[in-house]
Nanobody, 119 residues
Framework: QVKLVESGGGLVQAGGSLRLSCAAS????????MGWYRRQAPGNQRELVA????????NYADSVKGRFTISRDNAKNTLYLQMNSLKPEDTAVYYC????????????WGQGTQVTVSS
């Protein structure tokens, strides 16, 4: 069984920064693509924020390009999201996502961490 645990969320003023972490633990044979998603309001769908492949290729939502940076430490099975120049519209629950295993791949989600940006 695999578990993803996010940390680093909180309350910050607009223009501030936060760094999210997601630690993966358990039976991890191969850690493939990982990503951050967010849900900005209850009932809304989760939207992609950023993804990173096992080869460190990255992709970002247009709304966060230039402000957020996704990275990973494969030795620690940990994913990060550095969020700078935060805006009130970044307020959301942020979820970690991991694609694990080979050749059969499984998708795992963390429990989410709240990020609130005040104006």
């Amino acid at each position: 069984q695999v578990k993803l645990v996010e940390s680093g969320g909180g309350l910050v003023q607009a223009g501030g920064s936060l760094r999210l972490s997601c630690a993966a633990s358990g039976s991890i044979s191969r850690l493939n693509e990982m990503g951050w998603y967010r849900r900005q309001a209850p009932g809304n769908q989760r939207e992609l924020v950023a993804v990173i492949t096992s080869g460190d290729s990255t992709n970002y939502a247009d709304s966060v390009k230039g402000r957020f940076t996704i990275s990973r430490d494969n030795a620690k099975n940990t994913l990060y999201l550095q969020m700078n120049s935060l805006k009130p519209e970044d307020t959301a629950v942020y979820y970690c996502n991991a694609n694990i295993g080979y050749p059969i791949r499984y998708i795992y989600w963390g429990q989410g961490t709240q990020v609130t940006v005040s104006s």
